[in-house]
Antibody, heavy 119, light 110 residues
Framework: QVQLVQSGAEVKKPGASVTVSCKAS????????MHWVRQAPGQGLEWMGM????????RYPQKFQGRVTMTWDTSTSTVYMELSSLRSEDTAVYYC????????????WGQGTLVTVSP | QSALTQPASVSGSPGQSITISCTGT?????????VSWYQQHPGKAPKLILY???NRPSGVSNRFSGSKSGNTASLTISGLQLEDEGDFHC??????????FGTGTKVTVL
């Protein structure tokens, strides 16, 4: 069955960077885009960007441009999301989520990774 | 890109129907039929319940239905059940080739 298994919780200091991983299994890694979504405590979901399977092109909303990088390793079917220059407002649960190529919706989600930014 | 606007909370009694709105602009909801809805229970990851405005994935109850008019999409839950309590989020594709989520709605079954 399809599974997206994310790395464990992180605690970081302001100004540092964090990398969250998401290992996919149970489906053909290529042919599916991967998105990252975050949710601050008590807040709604926020789209952070995506990496397309064909050509590996990335799309980031303006808010995160220059601060987020999404990469993947096809040999291990793992995607990575690095967020730099962390601040307290980045404290959130971060999710990876799969999109069947050109489907425009997210059909499977990882379990979430809590990132806490604290001095 | 501003978040799509949803009511903060909606409530109803078991068996009733409720509707959650999701208002965007002519650059997102109004331009594309690429609106999806996600249900989230506390401490859990979101789950897809509708895509392309009104299509249900396999296994999702037919008590969930969707529609769109102009810049506003809507999710209707009919025959409300206790298990429907949770948060609901809409999402739309945008003309900037990005995505935007709604502000989220908490559903309470009275």
């Amino acid at each position: 069955q399809v599974q997206l298994v994310q790395s464990g919780a992180e605690v970081k200091k302001p100004g540092a960077s964090v990398t969250v991983s998401c290992k996919a299994s149970g489906y053909t890694f290529t042919g599916h885009h991967m998105h990252w979504v975050r949710q601050a405590p008590g807040q709604g979901l926020e789209w952070m960007g995506m990496r397309r399977s064909s050509g590996g092109a990335t799309r980031y909303p303006q808010k995160f441009q220059g601060r987020v990088t999404m990469t993947w390793d096809t040999s291990t079917s793992t995607v990575y999301m690095e967020l730099s220059s962390l601040r307290s407002e980045d404290t959130a649960v971060y999710y990876c989520a799969r999109e069947i190529e050109a489907a425009y919706y997210l059909d499977f989600w990882g379990q979430g990774t809590l990132v806490t930014v604290s001095p | 890109q501003s978040a799509l606007t949803q009511p903060a909370s909606v409530s109803g009694s078991p068996g009733q129907s409720i509707t959650i709105s999701c208002t965007g602009t002519s650059s997102d909801v109004g331009r594309y039929n690429r609106v999806s809805w996600y249900q989230q229970h506390p401490g859990k990851a979101p789950k897809l319940i509708l895509y392309d405005v009104s299509n249900r994935p396999s296994g999702v109850s037919n008590r969930f239905s969707g529609s769109k008019s102009g810049n506003t999409a809507s999710l209707t839950i009919s025959g409300l059940q206790l298990e429907d309590e949770g948060d609901f989020h809409c999402k739309s594709y945008t003309s900037s080739d990005t995505y935007v989520f709604g502000t989220g709605t908490k559903v309470t079954v009275l």
